[in-house]
T-cell receptor, first 116, second 115 residues
Framework: AQKITQTQPGMFVQEKEAVTLDCTYD???????LFWYKQPSSGEMIFLIY????DQQNATEGRYSLNFQKARKSANLVISASQLGDSAMYFC?????????????WGAGTKLIIKP | DSGVTQTPKHLITATGQRVTLRCSPR?????VYWYQQSLDQGLQFLIQ???????AKGNILERFSAQQFPDLHSELNLSSLELGDSALYFC??????????????FGPGTRLTVL
């Protein structure tokens, strides 16, 4: 079974509109973390935002916010006031457990294209 | 700049050959992770080293091996290369004491093309 599901393979959004990228996850571990990374066409992986399973508030980082709905096991990324430079692949990933020997489990990604 | 360096940036080689990819983690990070990303795909975790020891293994082929040296840099060795090994190989580092949620910092990647 997929542990991280990103249901939107691609999205077109008008510049300056808000964007929501979906991510659902599956885990039985009470301690986990959720990450969003951006991968522009140049290839590098850029960390955007993190949400811990015990965090009481939704994470925010500038124009990025995470809509964390624990009961529904969803961790959607919201980008406000989209810009042309936001065009990229976006990956959701999950860390299970704690400690030094963990790995990130990745979704298939969503290709976001911002239209001028 | 994440602070993680990878060399070389690009590598073109022939089937059957062997290559070595190198990664230097961020200062203070003890863990190194290797990932493979094929065309327009998500990342596949290959292997993790922590302070010189193998800690976790993912979908790593037997033709591939890795190690982490005492100075914490790591090398990924790919042998008997096949066309399907063409991919972007990322190294990431983490476990810095300054980050409580174990974010992984990615290097720029090595793009391997097998002809």
């Amino acid at each position: 079974a997929q542990k991280i599901t990103q249901t939107q393979p691609g999205m077109f959004v008008q510049e300056k509109e808000a964007v929501t990228l979906d991510c659902t996850y599956d885990t039985s571990d009470p301690s986990y973390g959720l990450f969003w990374y951006k991968q522009p066409s140049s290839g590098e992986m850029i960390f955007l935002i993190y949400q811990g399973s015990y965090d009481q508030q939704n994470a925010t980082e500038g124009r990025y916010s995470l809509n964390f709905q624990k009961a529904r096991k969803s961790a959607n990324l919201v980008i406000s006031a989209s810009q042309l430079g936001d065009s990229a692949m976006y990956f959701c990933a999950m860390r299970e457990g704690r400690g030094s020997n963990y790995q990130l489990i990745w979704g298939a990604g969503t290709k976001l294209i911002i239209k001028p | 700049d994440s602070g993680v360096t990878q060399t070389p940036k690009h590598l073109i080689t022939a089937t059957g050959q062997r290559v070595t990819l190198r990664c230097s983690p961020r200062s203070g990070d003890l863990s190194v992770y290797w990932y493979q990303q094929s065309l327009d795909q998500g990342l596949q975790f290959l292997i993790q080293y922590y302070n010189g020891e193998e800690r976790a293994k993912g979908n790593i082929l037997e033709r591939f091996s890795a190690q982490q040296f005492p100075d914490l840099h790591s090398e990924l060795n790919l042998s008997s290369l096949e066309l399907g090994d063409s991919a972007l190989y990322f190294c990431a580092s983490g476990d810095s004491s300054s980050h409580s949620y174990n974010e992984q910092f990615f290097g720029p990647g090595t793009r391997l093309t097998v002809l």
